[in-house]
C-alpha cells in the first residue's frame, strides 16, 4: 500500500522523498535576490525564481493537470521569500490575480487562489479574494505582443468599490511575463491612492518580451 500511496517526484518520478519536489530536484531551484526586480507602475515587483525548469514544471501541475498539493509547496517558497525581504507581514493583505470564472469552472480551481489560500494558511498574512475580480474573460495571452496583451486585459478586471484597507497590500501572482496584467491591476489600485502595494510574482519569465523588441533593435 505504501508503495501506491507514495507520492513521485513531478521532475523526475522518483518517489525517494514522497514529495512534490525530491531533495536532489529542489536543490536545482535558484531563488532570485531579495529585492524588486521590476518596478510597474512605480510600484515594486518581487519575483523568488524564472519561469522554468522544476519551477516552470511545478506551475504547470497546478494550472493543467489538477495537482493541487503544488499549491502547498509554491506557498512554502513564497513564505520563505517573503521573509527575506522587508515587509511587515502582519500589516499586510494578500490579493490574488484570479482567473475567470469560465477557467475556474473548467479546472475545479483557481490556481492562483490555491496557493493564496496555502500562503494565508502557513504564514497567517490576511486573504481577500473579493475584491478584485476578473470580469470579462480574456484569450490566453501567451501569443499576443506587449500592446496587444494592454488592450485585451483592458477592462477584464474590477476593483470593488467598497474595497479599504490600511494594510500593505500583496498582489499575488503565479508568472510575471510582460507586465500587463499587473501594469493594468495596479493602475486600477492606483487611481483609488493605494499607494502601499508591492506585486510579488511565483515567477517570471527570463525574456520579458516587453524588452524583446528593444533587443532586437540591436542584432
Ligand atoms: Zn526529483
Redesign the pocket.
Known amino acids: 500500500m505504501d508503495l501506491i500511496y507514495k507520492r513521485k517526484?513531478i521532475?523526475?518520478s522518483?518517489s525517494k522523498t514522497n514529495d512534490i519536489?525530491?531533495k536532489?530536484?529542489l536543490k536545482t531551484v535558484q531563488k532570485l535576490p531579495s529585492f524588486a526586480q521590476d518596478v510597474i507602475n512605480g510600484y515594486s515587483v518581487y519575483s523568488v525564481f524564472y519561469y522554468e525548469g522544476v519551477i516552470k514544471k511545478l506551475i504547470r501541475e497546478l494550472k493543467f493537470k489538477h495537482n493541487k498539493p503544488c499549491a502547498n509547496l509554491a506557498a512554502k517558497f513564497l513564505y520563505d521569500y517573503l521573509k527575506t525581504i522587508e515587509i511587515d507581514m502582519d500589516n499586510s493583505i494578500i490579493i490574488p490575480v484570479l482567473t475567470h470564472r469560465k477557467n475556474y469552472f473548467k479546472r475545479g480551481y483557481d490556481n492562483v487562489l490555491e496557493i493564496a489560500k496555502e500562503l494565508n494558511r502557513i504564514s497567517d498574512i490576511e486573504l481577500n479574494y473579493n475584491s478584485l475580480l476578473k470580469i470579462k474573460y480574456t484569450k490566453p495571452q501567451y501569443k499576443l505582443n506587449y500592446k496587444q496583451r494592454q488592450n485585451n486585459i483592458k477592462g477584464s478586471f474590477l476593483l470593488d468599490k467598497n474595497f479599504k484597507t490600511e494594510k500593505q497590500i500583496i498582489l499575488l501572482d503565479d508568472i510575471l511575463t510582460t507586465g500587463a496584467t499587473l501594469n493594468y491591476i495596479t493602475s486600477l489600485f492606483k487611481e483609488r491612492g493605494f499607494n502601499n502595494l508591492i506585486c510579488l510574482t511565483l515567477s517570471k519569465t527570463k525574456k520579458q518580451k516587453s524588452f524583446k523588441h528593444v533587443l532586437n533593435m540591436f542584432f
Do not use: G, R
Open positions: 517526484c521532475n523526475c522518483c519536489l525530491c536532489n530536484c
